[in-house]
């Protein structure tokens, strides 16, 4: 008892110590109670109740803080939360296996179909190349040139299979990487379009050695610029044979050549002069134009191919001619192969000007004519071309861009599915089938972008750019965008005055498609025939250059009207 009481004493003793850290007031108040004369009327059983009350809040607060640690810790140790969180992993881990799983079997399915194509088609390589040759030298050329092409195809094939294997290990960026692209041809010095050797010097030319005042005046008639500009190149050919300066026609009835081509760049190819304007002509001849004889090519369906609506434009010129007559049964339907010696025969003349009408269907000479840098001896690589500022433009769009290596693609659709319904087979691609064929051409060509050259619709070439694809990337086909000032690709034709001209475009349209590095035409196009023929004389003509799905029929054709 005694020891008790002395701990109660005590603990009151700091508890009043604690009270009296608050300093109070000297004064009290009337209605304050003296804690010593409230503690005298308590009984000491409630002080000591009231003590241990207060004892068990106060030691409670450090029984907390020591258990809780202490519970803590026991659940921890008992409850399995790895399990718990394993199993959820575990479901997730499952459920990407099984995914994983499924696209490596589908995969390899791929791959597989994969690998049996390039065995059937190696085989057929060993099949074609396994006999000795015993053909020309040329023929062997080509048939190197075919077997390089369907290595680097099969190159390609194999990239696909290591694509198709490793898709899903996520090593696609490895694959294309260049430290480990074991298949870019660019290690093994193989390129699937090589550029074509025309030998130009082993070409069969003739001299062009006009007599002086001996003039063939050029009349062409049928078709659009490119088949004029055909038989403009028919007409340099015949002015050679007959040894005549050649009458190039007056804006007022033909296109404007001026604009489009370089007519000077011909003489000075010859050294000489072999071409003059109609408006240099009509000055020498003091404004009295006449046709002395006009002996014509084509008799059907009407002589000389030529109709009244353009004799009345040649006369409203100022021109005269004479009888029109015809030399021989010809028809533009179905024109016959002629020698020069025929030619010789039947036009020579010592008339001063001469016309023979439109000779644009005329088959003359036809390989000698159609050859690389044509039938002219000559300094240049070719004599009908476009005009340095067309060039220019051409070189600076491509250089703003396309860079060197593009693919060009004239692709003709406005009015030509009746066209080419009309052939047998059609000519006229569904535009999905169309896009397969490009996207194998690009592939194997390996060139990043296309140059579309067209007069399609834009919901046309907007679907042909949405399935054009290349390991799963767009292939970009780009146009000529609309005139802008902040652009300065086009500025010398904006200069000249020459930008807007549809003539002038579409010759800038060729240009550009003459110089890409692999060109994709439209079959039966001259459009694309004139391409042809500046890529052959430019010396850009590729392995790879060829007609849209060449050696194809279209997978649906329709019914005729």
């Known amino acids: 008892m005694d020891r008790e009481s002395s701990d109660d004493e005590e603990d009151r003793r700091h508890l009043i110590h604690q009270n009296d850290t608050i300093p109070k007031s000297p004064h009290r108040s009337t209605f304050q109670i003296d804690e010593d004369e409230h503690n005298q009327f308590k009984s000491p059983r409630h002080s000591s109740y009231a003590n241990n009350l207060r004892n068990f809040t106060f030691n409670k607060r450090y029984l907390f803080a020591i258990t809780l640690p202490l519970i803590i810790i026991f659940i921890y140790f008992t409850a399995d939360f790895k399990a718990l969180f394993r199993t959820n992993l575990s479901s997730d881990y499952c459920q990407d296996g099984a995914v994983a799983s499924s696209l490596m079997r589908e995969s390899e399915l791929r791959a597989l179909y994969l690998l049996k194509q390039q065995q059937s088609r190696l085989l057929d390589v060993w099949n074609r190349t396994a006999m000795p040759s015993v053909k020309s030298n040329s023929t062997d050329s080509n048939s190197f040139q075919d077997l390089r092409s369907v290595l680097i195809d099969q190159i390609s094939l194999n990239k696909k299979i290591q694509q198709a294997l490793l898709s899903t290990h996520q090593l696609g960026n490895w694959l294309d990487s260049g430290e480990h692209n074991v298949t870019d041809p660019s290690l093994t010095g193989l390129t699937a379009c090589q550029k074509v050797d025309q030998k130009l010097s082993e070409r069969r030319t003739i001299d062009w050695k006009p007599k002086q005042d001996k003039y063939l005046f050029a009349i062409c008639t049928s078709g659009q610029m490119s088949n004029h500009l055909i038989c403009l ?38 050294r000489r002069e072999v071409v003059v304007t109609f408006e240099e002509f009509a000055e020498r001849k ?76 005329a088959d003359v000479e036809k390989d000698w004519v159609m050859q690389p840098g044509g039938p002219i001896a000559h300094k240049c690589k070719t004599l009908i071309e476009p005009s340095r500022l067309i060039l220019l433009t051409a070189q600076r769009f491509i250089q703003t861009f ?40 690009v592939e194997r060509a ?31 086909l780009i146009t000529r965008p609309a005139r802008n000032s902040a652009e300065k690709w086009d500025a010398l034709l904006y200069r000249k005055k020459l930008d807007g001209d549809p003539q002038v475009e579409a010759m800038l349209d060729k240009t550009i498609s003459a110089l890409s590095g692999v060109f994709i035409g439209a079959p039966g196009s001259t459009f694309t025939e004139d391409i042809l023929r500046l890529r052959r004389g430019w010396g850009t003509a590729s392995t790879c250059d060829e007609y849209l799905c060449q050696g194809e029929v279209p997978n649906f054709i329709a019914g005729d009207e």
């Open 233 to 270: 190149e028919k007409h340099m050919f015949f002015a050679a044979v007959l040894n005549r300066v050649l009458v190039i026609p007056s804006a007022k009835v033909d296109y404007e050549f001026s604009r489009v081509l370089d007519i000077d760049h011909i003489n000075k190819c010859l």
């Open 286 to 361: 003091k404004n009295h134009v006449h046709i002395d004889k006009v002996l014509c090519y084509f008799s059907l369906p009407q002589p000389c191919y030529v109709d009244d609506d353009h004799v009345k434009k040649l006369k409203a010129l100022g021109v005269s001619l004479n009888e029109l007559k015809t030399v021989w049964t010809e028809d533009v339907k179905k024109p016959t192969d002629r020698t020069i010696q025929e030619v010789t025969e039947k036009f020579s003349s010592n008339d001063d000007v001469l016309a023979i009408g439109d000779v644009f269907f």
């Open 402 to 441: 396309l860079g060197e290596n593009f693919v060009a693609l004239h692709f003709r659709r406005h009015g030509f599915l009746k066209f080419c319904n009309a052939k047998n087979p059609s000519c006229f691609f569904p535009i999905p089938q169309a896009a397969e064929c490009i996207t194998r051409l």
């Open 446 to 476: 390996n060139m990043p972008v296309i140059y579309l050259s067209t007069d399609a619709a834009e919901s046309e070439t907007g679907l042909l750019q949405s399935l054009v694809m290349l390991n799963g990337k767009t292939v970009p």
